[in-house]
């Protein structure tokens, strides 16, 4: 398997502009979760889904952000409209249920620029 | 009080010793627990797990739990300059992982 796939890798994007970050998890996998990475807080997970259906998107920061899981083979977050402090690297992350070991396995991350 | 914490860093270890690394939980109902290792530009790659009180090793490296305490460590012998990173320390809460900020390890050559 190729992993987790997240396009793109790199954006650059003027403020008030929509920005879509994409993401297709590691086949068979049940959870996708995707997370936001900056020197200030850390690696934050922002929602997570269980078989396509969103769980809980408690850490999505503001009604600007938005996800969907519409196949068990995409995802997609979306921020519009996008603001500065939203740059940062995101990561979309996925796992199969296994018990005590349900480990992340994560994507190469989206670096995400608003400027 | 955040749900996963770390000391930031960095932490300076010479090489060839043992570094040490530390993580407190706040979730009693956290099952199991994660230590990832992310590289400077790079996505976070597992290195351990564990789930039950105790130790367990995997070759250089051994992960230590005490959920009475809610505390994880890390220890990596015989360190070397490779181990140079960022180390992530995270819990599994009814399927969902949640990180600490991490710890920067530094080995000195």
């Known amino acids: 398997d190729a992993g987790v796939i997240q396009s793109p890798r790199h954006e650059v994007t003027e403020m008030g502009q929509e920005v879509t970050l994409r993401c297709k998890p590691i086949s068979g996998h049940d959870y996708l979760f995707w997370y936001r990475q900056t020197m200030m807080r850390g690696l934050e997970l922002l929602i997570y889904f269980n078989n396509n259906v969103p769980i809980d998107d408690s850490g999505m920061p503001e009604d600007r952000f938005s996800a969907k899981m519409p196949n068990a083979s995409f995802s997609t977050l979306k921020i519009q409209p996008s603001e500065p402090r939203d740059s940062a690297v995101y990561f979309c992350a996925s796992s199969q249920w296994t018990g005590d070991r349900t480990e992340a396995f994560f994507g190469q991350g989206t670096r995400l620029t608003v400027v | 009080q955040k749900e996963v914490e770390q000391n930031s860093g960095p932490l300076s270890v010479p090489e060839g010793a043992i570094a040490s690394l530390n993580c407190t939980y706040s979730?009693?109902?956290?099952?199991?627990f994660f230590w990832y290792r992310q590289y400077s530009g790079k996505s976070p790659e597992l290195i351990m797990f564990i789930y039950s009180n105790g130790d367990k090793e995997d070759g250089r490296f051994t992960a230590q739990l005490n959920k009475a305490s809610q505390y994880v460590s890390l220890l990596i012998r015989d360190s070397q300059p490779s181990d140079s990173a960022t180390y992530l320390c995270a819990v599994n809460r009814d399927d969902k992982i949640i990180f600490g900020k991490g710890t920067r390890l530094h080995i000195l050559p």
């Open positions: 979730d009693r109902g956290s099952q199991s």
